[in-house]
């Protein structure tokens, strides 16, 4: 199937997969050849293409995935490859956090931001 990764910087992929996993606002999504239709809100998280030269593994920040006709498009507010994550800059992100959480645990935006760094910080190791 064709996989079209794109964030407001970039093409970040363009190419076949066998196989690509997302994670949603609903959880885990694996799409395969010819999956049915399908549109969804994405969730801070990885993103695992499985393409001829190897697994890309990404860190996605939200957006949009949609499956039509044999492709999937992944529109993502931010998302970054393996090799594009900058590790200090994700960990003192991920301190800062968690400092805000711990001064305010209804602090959405907070438990956003934790959720960003630790997903970098994963997506990062994975490599």
């Known amino acids: 199937m064709q996989v079209e990764l794109v964030s407001p910087e970039a093409v970040l992929f363009s190419g076949e997969c066998s196989q690509v996993v997302t994670r949603t606002v609903?959880?885990?999504i694996a799409f395969l050849d010819h999956h049915a239709a399908f549109i969804g809100a994405l969730d801070i998280g990885q993103t695992q293409l499985w393409a001829s030269d190897g697994i890309v593994t990404l860190a996605i920040n939200r957006g949009f995935v949609e499956v039509s006709h044999n492709v999937?498009?992944?529109?993502?507010?931010?998302?970054?490859?393996?090799?594009?994550?900058?590790?200090?800059?994700?960990?003192?992100?991920l301190e800062a956090a968690r400092a805000a959480v711990a001064a305010d645990a209804g602090d959405d935006d907070a438990k956003a931001a934790l959720a960003w760094a630790e997903t970098r910080i994963a997506v990062a190791g994975a490599a």
């Not at 992944?74 to 090799?83: F, G, H, K, T, Y």
């Open 26 to 28: 609903d959880g885990d």
């Open 72 to 93: 999937v498009t992944i529109l993502s507010d931010a998302a970054l490859a393996a090799d594009e994550i900058d590790v200090a800059e994700a960990e003192a992100d």
